[in-house]
């Protein structure tokens, strides 16, 4: 059974920063595509950021591009997001993902695993 359980989430103040880690177990995924999404109160998920299986392909959405760093360590099955200059709008709960396939397929048909979320909450 495949599990992703995220870490790191908690309060910041505006332009602080967190990094959170998502660990996989049940499965692989150094061939896979793994990224992270994110949820705000009363809005729709959101893509925030995915990396291939190599860790090469790298995608962000334009919200986060310079502020936000994700990478990968196969090693430890896995995936860590860096946020740095945090704004109130980042504010969400944050939700690891990981797909039996590339990355253009975690962006847009979805993933096919998720983590229970955590939270980050930035104060202004």
């Known amino acids: 059974q495949v599990q992703l359980v995220e870490s790191g989430g908690g309060l910041v103040q505006a332009g602080g920063s967190l990094r959170l880690s998502c660990a996989a177990s049940?499965?692989?995924?150094?061939?896979?595509?793994m990224g992270w999404f994110r949820q705000a109160p009363g809005k729709e998920r959101e893509f925030v950021a995915a990396i291939g299986g190599s860790g090469v392909s790298i995608e962000y959405a334009d919200s986060v591009k310079g502020r936000f760093t994700i990478s990968r360590d196969n090693a430890k099955n896995t995936v860590y997001l860096q946020m740095n200059s945090l704004r109130p709008e980042d504010t969400a709960v944050y939700y690891c993902?990981?797909?039996?396939?590339?990355?253009?397929?975690?962006?847009?048909?979805?993933?096919?695993?998720w983590g229970q979320g955590t939270q980050v909450t930035v104060s202004s």
């Open positions: 049940g499965r692989t995924f150094r061939h896979n595509a």
């Open positions: 993902a990981a797909d039996e396939g590339p990355l253009a397929h975690l962006v847009k048909r979805g993933p096919d695993y």
